[in-house]
């Protein structure tokens, strides 16, 4: 039952790191959405990574979305589908996975 616990554990850590990588991704949209209001230099490697980094998933967004003129809201969108993925998938998966292993190890002792 140890080993069982202490694999659950290890998934718990793993999606605890998943979670912060997409807090991560939060931040480097955010970014994206700052240069995208100023006249940044598209060939500054910053900007590029940001771009190549961002793009891929605004542009699956924004083949769904309703042209909108000037106002881009597909930041806005993916924004909100990370948050949904952070509380309803990693917390929840989080929370379950240390449960389960904190009650396999009170089990064994």
Do not use: H
């Not at 500054?44 to 699956?60: D, K, M």
């Amino acid at each position: 039952m140890i080993l069982l616990a202490n694999i659950l554990l290890a998934l718990a850590k793993i999606v605890e790191l998943a979670s912060g990588v997409l807090t991560i991704y939060k931040y480097i949209l955010l970014a994206s959405v700052i240069i995208s209001w100023i006249n940044a230099d598209p060939y500054n490697p910053i900007v590029n990574f940001i771009y190549r980094v961002t793009e891929p998933a605004l542009q699956r967004i924004r083949r769904y979305m309703p042209n909108t003129g000037m106002l881009d809201l597909s930041p806005l969108v993916l924004f909100v589908l990370i948050y949904l993925a952070q509380i309803v998938v990693f917390d929840t998966a989080y929370t379950y996975l240390m449960l389960f292993s904190n009650q396999l190890k009170g089990q064994a002792l």
